[in-house]
């Protein structure tokens, strides 16, 4: 599932953005230079990609959604941690709303 998920977003990102895992099923993209617009856009694509996924595991079709927290770095945050524990915030706000969303 992670190889997977991984071609996915490493086909839809740009080739100076970071796709990293942060712990257990969190991830993040990081992308200088872009709009809280381009990157609802993308969390938005990426989300639609992701739920279209199937992975064969044990002999069965596995399919997965993502919940996406969107943020962005300035004005409203002025450093990498606050950002980060911001967008973390948001996407526990999209697990509880229902799963499988984008939140900004």
Same mark, same amino acid.
């Given at each position: 599932?992670? /190889?997977?998920? $991984?071609?996915? +977003? ?12 942060? =712990? =257990?099923?969190?991830? /993040? ?14 969390? $938005? ?11 064969? *595991?044990?002999?069965?079709? +596995?399919?997965?959604? *993502?919940? @996406?927290?969107?943020? $962005?770095?300035?004005?409203? @945050?002025?450093?990498?941690? $606050? ?14 709303? =229902? ?6």
């Amino acid at each position: 599932m992670l /190889v997977a998920l $991984t071609q996915a +977003v490493k086909n839809r990102i740009r080739n100076d953005d970071i796709f990293a895992r942060i =712990g =257990g099923e969190e991830f /993040v993209v990081l992308m200088r230079n872009t709009s809280l617009q381009e990157a609802i856009l993308l969390a $938005t694509e990426l989300k639609e990609t992701i739920s279209t996924l199937h992975v064969d *595991a044990n002999k069965q079709s +596995v399919s997965f959604t *993502a919940s @996406f927290g969107v943020a $962005t770095l300035l004005p409203r @945050f002025k450093d990498f941690e $606050t950002l980060l524990n911001h967008a973390d915030k948001l996407m526990y706000q999209a697990k509880s709303e =229902g799963r499988n969303r984008v939140i900004y």
